[in-house]
């Protein structure tokens, strides 16, 4: 099955600095890969997502990069705000069945 | 909010007991799928059900069992319960059971075994 590796755990920047979050994916049949911010006692919410069709795609302060060569993407947040403290997640979807595979997760902290 | 309800938000119970966790997906959303989360691992993807049928199965012990209803929402049945099944349960729906649907989490029943 899918295997998604993400680095690093733990990440802290100070306010109006960009965050990187990078994960790998195993399995080359997976084309579709969203990104999850999770805040304390709250379930995984949607921030981006990628199709394996695209390299790069952009939502205000957050963009997500996909190398499917390298079976690599990452998550890019600029300016970032203390409300962008939380965990974050990557997922990998493989072509047949709609199962997500999850990252271990991120642990950002904006430092005010 | 994501528009999925899953209640109870909290549960506490003592080992060997049955517990039984209710998810109503959003309006319009055929897919339900469960996920386990515990402090030392991430998402544990549990199993997924499409209309009403079984489409995937992650890493579900046999202890546990879910099934959806004709009206949608969807029930995870965990029995003999011990102390390493405390964990955060997720349910999420996306509209289809296909490649690439978009998936939204409710916020979580968290389950103590003590």
């Known amino acids: 099955g899918e295997n998604v590796e993400q680095h690093p755990s733990t990440l802290s920047v100070q306010e109006g600095d960009s965050a990187v979050i990078k994960c790998t994916y195993s399995?080359?049949?997976?084309?579709?890969f969203p990104w999850y911010k999770q805040e304390l006692g709250k379930g995984p919410q949607l921030i981006i997502d990628?199709?394996?069709?695209?390299g790069e795609k952009k939502d205000q302060r957050i963009a997500v990069t996909l190398n499917k060569t390298a079976k690599h993407f990452s998550l890019h947040i600029t300016e970032t705000q203390p409300e962008d403290s939380a965990v974050y997640f990557c997922a990998a979807s493989p072509q047949f069945g709609n199962q997500f595979y999850f990252g271990t997760g991120t642990s950002l902290t904006v430092i005010p | 909010d994501s528009g999925v309800t899953q209640t109870p938000k909290h549960l506490i119970t003592a080992t060997g007991q049955r517990v039984t966790l209710r998810c109503s997906p959003r309006?319009?959303?055929?897919?339900v799928y469960w996920y386990q989360q515990s402090l030392d691992q991430g998402l544990q993807f549990l199993i997924h059900y499409y209309n009403g049928e079984e489409r995937a199965k992650g890493n579900i012990l046999e202890r546990f069992s879910a099934q959806q209803f004709p009206d949608l929402h969807s029930e995870l049945n965990l029995s003999s319960l011990e102390l390493g099944d405390s964990a955060l349960y997720f349910c999420?729906?996306?509209?289809?059971?296909?490649?690439?649907?978009?998936?939204?989490f409710g916020e979580g029943s968290w389950l103590t075994v003590v």
């Open positions: 990628i199709r394996s069709n695209v």
């Open positions: 399995d080359s049949a997976s084309n579709y």
């Open positions: 999420a729906s996306s509209v289809e059971g296909s490649v690439g649907n978009t998936i939204y």
């Open positions: 309006s319009g959303d055929l897919s």
